[in-house]
């Protein structure tokens, strides 16, 4: 990879990350915003949850695109961890199996007899 292409794909990775801080700024933001609505208006009936519930799954989903997921699960190192530890059961597997016997060839006598008796016009 070139210096040129490392710096894209860092400015890329921090604009992702500016993104979601503004997002959860704003998530913030109205969120207070909505609980302060609602402990003014009617404190006993809790209903600032409801707009802000779908938001928390976008927020998340937002998080997971931009960081990834907790302990580098579902990234393209963690996908290449996973393929070599495949990849090294198989072979082990491989490694253990018993050589196979190649059992003795079959003698065909009788197919060769019945070979001579056919005419090649018998077949369709």
């Given at each position: 990879m070139t210096p040129e292409d490392q710096y894209r794909l860092a400015k890329?990775?921090?604009?992702?990350?500016?993104?979601f801080f503004?997002?959860?700024?704003?998530?913030?933001?109205?969120?207070?915003f909505f609980f302060a609505?609602?402990?003014i208006t009617d404190p006993f009936d809790i209903w600032f949850v409801f707009p802000m519930l779908p938001w928390s799954v976008g927020l998340i989903?937002?998080?997971f695109n931009?960081?990834?997921f907790p302990g580098g699960a579902l990234t393209d190192e963690w996908e290449e961890r996973e393929l070599d530890r495949e990849m090294r059961k198989l072979e082990y597997k491989v490694d253990e199996a018993q050589p196979l016997e190649i059992e003795e060839e079959l003698e065909l006598?009788?197919?060769?007899?019945?070979?001579?008796?056919?005419?090649?016009g018998d077949f369709v």
């Open positions: 890329k990775k921090v604009k992702q990350k500016k993104g503004k997002h959860l700024s704003a998530y913030l933001a109205v969120g207070s609505l609602n402990m989903i937002h998080y931009t960081f990834g006598k009788e197919f060769k007899k019945l070979r001579r008796e056919w005419d090649d």
